[in-house]
């Protein structure tokens, strides 16, 4: 990527060469910073998570929430997944940093349970080191032990791409995981490169419509046909279905009519902070104005 650049840029004259040395640069030097820092984060405490709420359309509940990672770095602020996640996994911090998104997770849930919410079902996002770690189980057994949760406080998901990697043994995998209690979702589903035959192999309880279909719907046609498909897909194969990234009234109408069962998005909520999310757990509903 960043040789493409180069390439383009010497390509194009001496002022974009400028432009974009300054831009590598300040890429460069950004994923130095994080380097050199992420390997001390989680000692450090220096990770947060933040949540979406995921909501029932028929009813408007909250039915749980997604989380999701944000690293409060020392000197670049508070940072979002996309800038360290792949360092993560390169260097070999991923396993570390996920264990800790899920003990972190169910700390959470079981904070919120004392304070005297109904036990939440949050989703937490798994890398495909992580979901190959041969602790990976054990691990989530334990952390539901330590803070006396059941398996369905658990949504774990993976992408279409880390369970097509060695089927085999992802459905290993994933059988012990559900038979924990514990849900599975295919997140990002349809952009994968893969075959549908994997769906044959276990029962996953959810696919998450990637955003990227949502996104022109309804005004594209070919987005609003895959999104239909995927949906009636869903519920002949009786998973739940989830659209990611709903931002507009016309999007929720859409889903709703198509019969979506669930929603996550800014129209709802965008994801915010531990503190932030409560109050909306509190109320229990959230339903889009539509004027
Ligand atoms: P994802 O699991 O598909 O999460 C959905 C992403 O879409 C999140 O980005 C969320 O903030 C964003 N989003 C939600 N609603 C909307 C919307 O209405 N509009 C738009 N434009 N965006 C929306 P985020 O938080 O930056 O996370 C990006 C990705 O990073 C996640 O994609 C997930 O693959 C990964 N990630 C997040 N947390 C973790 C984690 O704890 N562990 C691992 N391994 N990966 C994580
Ligand atoms: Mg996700
Ligand atoms: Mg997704
Ligand atoms: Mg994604």
Redesign the pocket.
């Known amino acids: 990527n960043a040789d493409a650049a180069m390439y383009h840029a010497k390509s194009s004259g001496r002022n974009n060469y400028k432009f974009y040395t300054a831009d590598l640069n300040a890429r460069a030097r950004e994923i130095l910073a994080i380097e050199s820092q992420l390997r001390h984060a989680v000692d450090r405490q220096e990770f947060v998570?933040?949540y979406?709420p995921q909501v029932e359309m028929s009813t408007g509940n909250i039915i749980g929430a997604?989380?999701?990672?944000?690293w409060n770095h020392p000197t670049l602020g508070l940072l979002?997944?996309?800038h360290f996640?792949d360092v993560?996994?390169e260097r070999g911090y991923?396993v570390q940093?996920?264990n800790w998104?899920i003990r972190e997770a169910c700390r959470q849930i079981a904070e919120w349970h004392a304070k005297g919410l109904p036990l939440m079902t949050v989703?937490?996002?798994?890398?495909a080191l992580?979901f190959r770690h041969q602790e990976l189980v054990g691990l989530l057994q334990d952390a539901l032990a330590e803070y006396q949760l059941p398996g369905s406080c658990l949504d774990v998901?993976v992408?279409e791409s880390v369970i097509m990697d060695d089927l085999e043994s992802t459905v290993q995998t994933i059988r012990a995981i559900q038979a924990m209690g514990i849900r599975m979702s295919i997140?990002?589903f349809g952009t994968g490169y893969s075959s549908l035959a994997y769906l044959k192999r276990f029962k996953a309880d959810k696919l998450?419509i990637?955003?990227s279909f949502v996104?022109d719907i309804p005004g594209d046609q070919d987005d609003s046909a895959i999104t239909r498909a995927i949906i009636n897909m869903s519920k002949n194969l009786n998973m739940q279905v989830v659209a990611?990234?709903?931002?507009t009234v016309e999007q929720w109408q859409f889903l709703a009519q198509e019969g979506c069962h669930q929603v996550?998005?800014?129209?709802l909520s965008?994801?915010v902070s531990a503190e932030a999310v409560e109050p909306l757990l509190r109320q229990k509903c959230l339903l889009p104005r539509l004027e």
């Open positions: 998570l933040h979406q997604e989380a999701l990672i944000r979002g997944p996309l996640i993560a996994e991923i940093i996920g998104v989703g937490v996002n798994l890398s992580q998901e992408t997140d990002d998450k990637d955003r996104r990611e990234g709903v931002e996550q998005g800014y129209l965008k994801p």
